[in-house]
């Protein structure tokens, strides 16, 4: 016989989570095309290889999208999209 899953208690927090992020997206979308520069001063000397710089509304835009596409199934796609953005 297959257990169930347990119940998850505090789901209000994860609605919470979802609410502002979902928010922030929306409202990266007027914001514009963002440029950074990477020659000065985003690296440092002890370690090259590790990028400094402030990620811009337009990285949070690509990585919330990525996401989108990697958790919701793609024939659910339009209808996330109009109910959420």
């Known amino acids: 016989m297959r257990r169930k899953k347990p119940i998850e208690k505090h789901f209000g ?6 609410d502002s992020v979902m928010t922030c997206y929306k409202q990266s979308h007027f914001t514009g095309a963002h440029a950074q520069t990477y020659d000065e001063g985003s690296y440092s000397p002890s370690t090259p290889a590790v990028y400094r710089g402030k990620p811009t509304t337009s990285d949070f835009r690509i990585d919330c999208d990525l996401v989108f596409r990697k958790i919701v199934p793609p024939e659910l796609m339009p209808r996330f999209r109009r109910a959420y953005v």
């Open 13 to 18: 927090l994860n609605k919470k989570s979802f």
